[in-house]
């Protein structure tokens, strides 16, 4: 097979400059919400939990960026936090509903919003409303190429 050159392929010129701009955006995202004294995991269930009436594991599971095999360990590490709470579901009790505490309320309300104000300056320098409204629409299709039923993994 000949392999591609990249300055010929439109797709492989994607590769780098997508990867380059996930890599500096995770690194300072990431930096600031441990200055906020929370792993980037944690502070994706607090962000997601917040102003909602709780989740099921599986719920929250498909909302946030945690793999199931971290949400684990992520909950119990803010459960002794005191930040999240766990009720069994009254209709089903295999079922645990996670919701924040009183104090998780507080710390997402913080953290939530300084964390927002943090990150707005990057895209607006970056990009126009227009231009957010495009790249949504774009990421959005190409992540959805990727989950497609004929993408196959390699063999």
Known sequence: ??????????????????????????????????????????????????????????????????????????????????????????TDRRYTKIGLTPKGETVFRRVYGEHIAFLRPFFERALSQKEVDQAVALLGRLRDSFHEEDCRPCA
């Open 1 to 90: 097979m000949d392999l591609p050159d990249l300055k010929d392929d439109p797709y492989l010129k994607l590769v780098r400059p997508l990867v380059e701009a996930y890599l500096a955006f995770w690194r300072a995202d990431s930096r600031h919400i441990r200055s906020l004294r929370l792993t980037p995991s944690q502070f994706d269930v607090i962000a997601t939990l917040g102003d909602s009436k709780g989740m099921t594991c599986a719920e929250l599971s498909a909302r946030t960026l945690v793999t199931k095999g971290t949400l684990t360990g992520v909950l119990d590490r803010l459960t002794a936090k005191g930040l999240i709470r766990r009720d069994a579901v009254k």
